[in-house]
């Protein structure tokens, strides 16, 4: 599927019929299991060992199922099994009034406000990245490659430890922790595959807790350390927010297992799905200059309108700055369209119904891929293309408004849609003004990222990126 100027993208299997020799496929990866034929039908759907699975591609019908009957077909259950050693009962595996209690104090925690709150935090956290990246690098002029993949998960880590917990991460415990959420994350998608096999659920369960331990303990003990303060709640950090949260009508608020909870979850949601699209944007940006040029200019004119107004034009860049970054907007937002971090989501019929002109039985697992819909030969023109332009309001033509209203849906749709959305955009904007202004980023010869997809989108050989300090 990559070919010429089209960045990295795993080549598709032909189509087969046989559903089992997909399945062994997916165990590596879950973009395994597509076939050049899903990107072409609205619709696909295949019965094995007993269980219906449908692929939903078709923008109407996607959002029927995450925003008109979002009840009807809520998240399947093998999601709650797959992270529950992990996150417990948080808000991202569960269902009904318990997800509905949970949401609205997840939302408080991460309203835009907060984000403003936590921008310090965040700048430290892109400032120690850059003073890594420069250690790399050394003096100026010489060129050198930087494995990215492994430097946007040390920043995406260290924004969610020191956004949450107001401290920094250190080397030692980045490695533990972090290292062992990669870990889960590896079995937890291949632990999915071996369910739809009929593999035993205790089992793949009890190893996953294994894996889910260490970093359950961690978490525990930064809540724990936390609540025995005598102020808990007055932080500038999403740990006090959610200590600080109450629902509105019934003043319920977490107690200490669910803040365990809940921390986990944002530790899980929040930074590997980060550290994926950013890892992908440097490595866009390496590949095409021209974009990379313009988002050069975007941060160059902020420093010089500094310099008019007298302020010190190599200050770090503030949150009122990212707001002057269009263009870095539209490549993100393009980057998110190419590699979707989260490129499954997995939902659960509630009751017999009709999808399209197929009959779905109660119980069938219903797949809605924004890998496929944001690739989908119906949606996008030159869909396997990097043009960020297609996000721009003054240079996307009507039709590609509309499928950026339609077909792109990086932090899924509906009332389970991303809350951490506006974090995202706010820490890779800023990483990734902070790294053009720095350094010029070139390809690395030969290298091309070979992504798998688990639970989040990753690059099996990481994704090497050249860097080069600018004069
Ligand atoms: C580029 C980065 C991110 C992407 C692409 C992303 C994507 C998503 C998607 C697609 C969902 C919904 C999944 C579904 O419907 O099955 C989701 C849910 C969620 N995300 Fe994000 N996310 C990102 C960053 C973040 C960050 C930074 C945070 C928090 C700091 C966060 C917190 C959450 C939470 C708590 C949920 C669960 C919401 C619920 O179930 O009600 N995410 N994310």
Not at 261 to 289: K, N
Request: one cysteine or more.
């Amino acid at each position: 599927m990559s070919s010429g100027d089209q960045p990295a993208s795993p080549e598709l299997a032909p189509y087969t019929p046989n559903f089992l020799r997909r399945l062994l496929r997916g165990l590596g990866s879950w973009l395994n299991l597509l076939s050049v034929w899903d990107f072409r039908i609205p619709l696909g759907s295949v019965q094995f060992l007993g269980l219906n699975f449908f692929l939903v591609n078709e923008p109407a019908l996607v959002r029927r199922l995450m925003v008109d009957e979002v009840e009807a077909f809520p998240k399947h259950p093998y999601t709650l099994w797959m992270l529950e050693p992990l996150i417990g009962r948080g808000v991202f595996s569960v269902n009904g009034q318990e997800w509905a209690k949970q949401r609205v104090l997840v939302d408080q925690a991460l309203q835009v406000a907060q984000l403003r709150r936590v921008f310090p935090q965040m700048q430290a956290a892109c400032g120690a990245s850059m003073e890594r990246l420069g250690g790399a690098v050394g003096p100026m002029g010489q060129e050198v490659a930087v494995e990215m993949g492994e430097e946007m998960t040390l920043y995406t880590a260290d924004v969610i430890v020191r956004t949450i917990l107001s401290k920094a991460l250190e080397p030692g415990e980045a490695a533990e922790i972090f290292v062992a959420f990669g870990r889960y994350q590896k079995r937890a998608g291949r632990a999915l595959m071996l369910r739809f096999l009929r593999l035993p659920q205790g089992a793949l369960q009890r190893s996953l807790a294994a894996h889910a331990a260490p970093i359950r303990a961690w978490i525990a003990d930064a809540v724990d350390e936390r609540l025995q303060q005598p102020f808990p709640g007055q932080h500038n950090d999403l740990l006090a927010a959610l200590i600080a949260a109450r629902d509105p009508q019934t003043g319920a608020r977490f107690d200490r297992d669910a803040l365990v909870d809940q921390v986990c979850v944002l530790f899980l949601a929040g930074h590997e799905t980060s550290a994926s699209a950013l890892a992908m944007a440097t490595y866009l940006l390496s590949r095409f200059p021209l974009a990379q040029q313009r988002l050069h200019l975007e941060v160059e004119a902020i420093q010089q309108g500094r310099s008019a107004r007298g302020q010190d034009p190599a200050a770090p860049l503030s949150i009122d700055d990212l707001r002057q970054l269009p263009y870095g907007l539209a490549l993100f937002s393009e980057t998110l369209r190419l590699y979707p971090p989260l490129s499954f989501f997995i939902r659960e019929a509630q009751g017999t119904t009709a999808l399209a002109e197929s009959r779905c039985p109660m119980r069938s697992l219903v797949t809605i891929s924004p890998w496929v819909i944001q690739r989908h030969e119906h949606h996008w023109s030159d869909p396997n293309g990097f043009r960020p332009e297609r996000f721009l309001a003054d240079t996307a033509c009507p039709q590609e408004k509309q499928w950026a209203k339609d077909a792109f849906l990086p932090f899924g749709l509906g009332p389970r849609k991303c809350p951490g959305s506006a974090f995202a955009f706010q820490e890779a904007l800023l990483l990734l003004a902070e790294l053009v202004r720095r350094y010029e980023l070139l390809p690395e010869p030969g290298h091309q990222p070979d992504l798998v997809a688990r639970l989040t989108l990753r690059s099996r050989n990481g994704v090497r990126v050249r860097l080069k300090g600018r004069p």
